[in-house]
T-cell receptor, first 114, second 111 residues
Framework: ETGVTQSPTHLIKTRGQQVTLRCSSQ?????VSWYQQALGQGPQFIFQ???????GRGNFPPRFSGLQFPNYSSELNVNALELDDSALYLC?????????????FGQGTRLTVV | QKEVEQNSGPLSVPEGAIASLNCTYS??????FFWYRQYSGKSPELIMS????GDKEDGRFTAQLNKASQYVSLLIRDSQPSDSATYLC???????????FGAGTRLAVHP
């Protein structure tokens, strides 16, 4: 149990729709990162939020966007869903720190785009 | 060349044996390395972190780091069927602590 919670756990959407995924970070953690994990692959970094601002972004198009709130919780929004967006979306919570910063994942949201 | 490489497996070991999982990385400046365990359909769970050359032991797990060879490994002693999972190697990269993952090695421990 990491203390990182994500909602919903499962979601089915139609191509072209929009989706919002939510994450509550572990107590004391002010940094939230989002990852996409396709079947059979390792998680891929989408972006990171620190103090309500995007603080680094991976190789994902602008239709992937996010927010962080004053309580450090975060949202991932994906517009114009494509079939390839079907994946496990993971939120990782960590304290702001140096090289010994450990990140802990929520249970993930399984998104299926049909 | 992938940034973090792992053998996809499956690695099959008998119960009670030592499982050895390996990982190589391309960024010579990397300083922080992690092993996550992921059961099928679940999210990754952090099991080990290592930052200095050498060995780090935690229970049945030992992480080994060789920065000169850009190599990280995880040893699991006295393997149990409950250790059957995918093990993800991750390297911390960039000024904003982005994790770069390998594709994972699937471990199967058979009775």
């Amino acid at each position: 149990e990491t203390g990182v919670t994500q909602s919903p756990t499962h979601l089915i959407k139609t191509r072209g729709q929009q989706v919002t995924l939510r994450c509550s970070s572990q107590s004391g953690h002010n940094t939230v990162s989002w990852y996409q994990q396709a079947l059979g692959q390792g998680p891929q970094f989408i972006f990171q939020y620190y103090r309500e601002e995007e603080n680094g972004r991976g190789n994902f198009p602008p239709r992937f966007s996010g927010l962080q709130f004053p309580n450090y919780s975060s949202e991932l929004n994906v517009n114009a869903l494509e079939l390839d967006d079907s994946a496990l979306y993971l939120c990782a919570s960590s304290p702001r720190g140096g090289k010994d910063t450990e990140a802990f994942f929520g249970q993930g949201t399984r998104l299926t785009v049909v | 060349q992938k940034e973090v490489e792992q053998n996809s497996g499956p690695l099959s070991v008998p119960e009670g044996a030592i499982a050895s999982l390996n990982c190589t990385y391309s960024d010579r400046g990397s300083q922080s390395f992690f092993w996550y365990r992921q059961y099928s359909g679940k999210s990754p769970e952090l099991i080990m972190s290592i930052y200095s050359n050498g060995d780090k032991e935690d229970g049945r797990f030992t992480a080994q780091l060789n920065k000169a060879s850009q190599y990280v490994s995880l040893l699991i002693r006295d393997s149990q069927p409950s250790d059957s999972a995918t093990y993800l190697c991750a390297v911390l990269s960039g000024g904003y602590n982005k994790l770069i993952f390998g594709a994972g090695t699937r471990l199967a421990v058979h009775p």
